[in-house]
């Protein structure tokens, strides 16, 4: 299969060397390459994971090309949601991975209102034969995992505003007291706080509740393009 990347570091680089493992053809640009191409390579199975924007996901989206399978990573945006910005919608399933991205894992995969039946078998087939666990989910921006660590990581943002703790010592406490792989200002370096804050700004454009609404703090970070230290 000839499977096309787009979107930003830390997922495309793993994605795209766990595709050529599994044997397909594969071809990995940036976002910004992309939205700039005159010409799109063909493909058969065209992967979204553009996190950082709702509005570069569904730029990205719209030039996806008419006949492959879509794969986007359902972060910043349901499945259902995304699928409203491809044509033919019907061939749209979502998926949720975080950084780091194991070679052999758990891959979520969310079905979209309007994805059809061959669709979602075509996915699941595709993701399995690449040795990971297809764990179905309920769709949703953040899916799982982003929606649990992410929450985490802004929760972290709030108690450094607040000055309950340093970035070292909130790490330490997390890791050390929950027996957690990262720490919430280490995990947050992993993914990309603009990942982070896209993640928390589509669970609260989705459910509108208070415990989504993103940290000033974070947001800040954001802007300035500085982790928190």
């Known amino acids: 299969m ?18 050529r493992h599994g044997g397909h053809a594969v071809a990995s640009v940036s976002t910004a390459e992309f939205l700039a191409a005159q010409n799109i390579a063909a493909h058969d199975i065209f992967v979204d994971v553009e996190n950082t924007s709702r509005a570069k996901k569904r730029a990205v ?11 986007t990573c359902a972060l910043a945006a349901s499945t259902t949601i995304a699928a409203s910005w491809v044509p033919h919608s019907e ?9 780091p991205i194991p070679a052999q894992g758990a891959i979520e995969l969310a079905r979209g209102l309007q994805t059809a039946d061959a669709t979602w078998e075509r996915a699941q087939t ?22 649990i660590v992410c929450s985490i990581i802004n929760e972290a943002f709030s108690a450094l505003q607040e000055q309950v703790g340093s970035v070292r010592d909130i790490d330490l406490a997390m890791k050390l007291g929950t027996n957690y792989p990262h720490g ?41 393009g500085i982790a928190p230290r």
């Open 2 to 19: 000839n499977v096309l990347v787009v979107g930003t570091p830390p997922f495309t680089t793993p994605l795209a060397e766990m595709f």
């Open 61 to 71: 989206l719209e030039r996806a090309s008419a006949d492959a399978l879509v794969l």
């Open 91 to 99: 061939r749209v399933v979502g998926f949720g991975v975080l950084p």
């Open 126 to 147: 595709f993701w399995r034969a690449l040795n990971q666990n297809a764990v179905v989910v309920a769709d949703s921006a953040g899916l799982v995992r982003a929606r």
């Open 184 to 224: 919430p200002f280490e995990w947050g370096a992993l993914i990309g706080l603009d990942t982070v804050l896209s993640v928390m700004e589509g669970l609260q454009n989705d459910y509108g509740e208070e415990r989504y609404r993103p940290s000033p703090l974070l947001k800040r970070h954001v802007a300035a």
